[in-house]
């Protein structure tokens, strides 16, 4: 009778060697305290814009911050929206919103802007991120000019960790 535990054979490991599980998410570092000057401390806690693009279809495009960026967008954002099954009238909103956004941030100044498109409902989100911060005296004529297009909704904001500018606009199929 044969036994596992041999003297003239010892135990050999399995091959291959268990891999440990990865680690743990790391935990964050705690964030500093400030003195608030009343004896208490806070913490300091930056609010952070982020535009997020999730679980539906999307497109992106980057374009020099030049004149000629808008009409090349706004076709570039129909033949998008048409691939993926709607149809876009001449005179819908979209490429009109489109063309304006991406003027407003070439405008803005700046070497580059980037153009996102998503659909969601029948309904089509273009947002265009210039990588500019400065604040331009005709923000609001920009968006009552988008907003007489015909849009369900239009905005603009600033990011503050990276300094860009958010121009974007939510319009029906």
Do not use: F
């Amino acid at each position: 009778m044969t036994s596992i535990h041999n003297e003239d054979h010892p135990h050999r490991p399995d091959y291959p060697p268990k891999t440990p599980p990865p680690p743990k998410k790391p935990v964050e570092a705690p964030r500093p305290a400030i003195d608030t000057g009343k004896g208490k401390k806070s913490v300091l806690v930056q609010p952070r814009l982020r535009a997020r693009i999730a679980n539906r279809r999307a497109a992106n495009w980057t374009y020099e911050a030049a004149a000629w960026s808008g009409p090349k967008a706004a076709r570039a954002v129909v033949e998008k929206t048409t691939a993926w099954g709607y149809r876009v009238l001449q005179d819908h909103a979209l490429p009109a919103a489109t063309e304006a956004l991406v003027r407003a941030a070439a405008d803005a100044g700046g070497r580059r802007l980037s153009v996102h498109l998503a659909d969601q409902d029948h309904q089509a989100l273009v947002l265009v991120l210039s990588h500019e911060p400065e604040h331009t005296s005709n923000d609001q004529t920009l968006l009552h000019q988008i907003a007489g297009l015909g849009v369900n909704s239009c905005g603009i904001d600033t990011d503050r960790t990276d300094g860009g500018r958010r121009r974007w606009a939510l319009i029906d199929l």
